[in-house]
């Protein structure tokens, strides 16, 4: 199939492509890009319209029990301070998320064995009996009877990225766990009515074009409502110090790609992308993204969740990173999404 016959397929029938034509996308030269760009931003508008969607993120806890090859919070990473946000700490930065009129709170952590399945509860319940705001998870791997407590409590959605769609080489980054599990806790989140994100680094040394094309195409099969894809940046504290690390345009190719493909899912544009390009926000957003995450991490331990060093930061005041983003959202012509903004596509609630 030609470029533009495939191009054509994207804008139509995007989610029929098949794993070479996927492939095919993400290998498009300079000169077919912003083709790719249209057609992405085009199939954001009609799937999922010209809402932007912010979720304000709490970082809990750096302690990490992994040891992932490419993160700064591995637990091997001696040189990192440690820190742990206490339920005050935690409550007061949700109050500031729902008070600034944000719809989402996302609870994310390395995995703290300290943040248990009972303490989590308790925070959750907490959150939903002092506001009607959706809660996201990203605390790592739990199993079904600890994830069936978490919803009961109220959680609605769950980030756990898969990190890359090729058992191989996750196992070569990841001592403490297989790909197999991961995919296996996706399915266990959908079935318990959790609205489900996954995601992949792109850049990971041992990873090809192929692979990237296997992501987009294990989200599909996944059925996943949110995906975050960002550049691998090396951290020197990390085995993979001297690695390359990922490149923003290849970042853009996959949100870009991600769109036309899962259609109607909810893709951040993420601070990693934004740390390797100031106008990420921008050009995410044109190119296929409709979320950004805003950081309400007390301000005191936000260098310390370190997953690469120099990461990009919007400023302090949760109010004024609000105020700074919607100008900017409304200077594109679109608008800040009101309320929860979740996808549940069609899941059946237990
Ligand atoms: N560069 C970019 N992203 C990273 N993550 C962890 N370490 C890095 C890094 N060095 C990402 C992983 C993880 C998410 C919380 O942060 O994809 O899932
Ligand atoms: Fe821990 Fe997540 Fe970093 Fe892995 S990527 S070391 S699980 S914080």
Redesign the pocket.
Known sequence: MSTSEILRKSRNDGESLDLGEIEALLSLDDSSLPELWGVADEVRSREVGDDIWLRGLVEMSNYCASN?N???LRRDNSKLTRYRLDPEEILAAVDAIAGSGIGTVVL?SGEDPYWNTIRMRGIIEEIKARHDIAVTL?LGFRDRRDLEVLRAAGADRYLL?H?IANAETYTHHHPDSSLRDRVAMLRILGELGFEVGT?N?VGLPGGSVRDLARDVDLARSLGVDMYGV??????PD?PLRGARGGNALMTYKMIAVLRIVLRDVHLPVTT?LMTLDARARERAWSRGANVFMPNATPLAYRSLYE??RNRRSLGDALEEIKECIECEVESMGRRLGRGHGGTMKGRMLP
């Open positions: 992932c490419y993160c700064g994310q990203s990225r990190e995601g680094l960002g550049p691998f940046i090396p951290h990390t990693a997953l690469y």
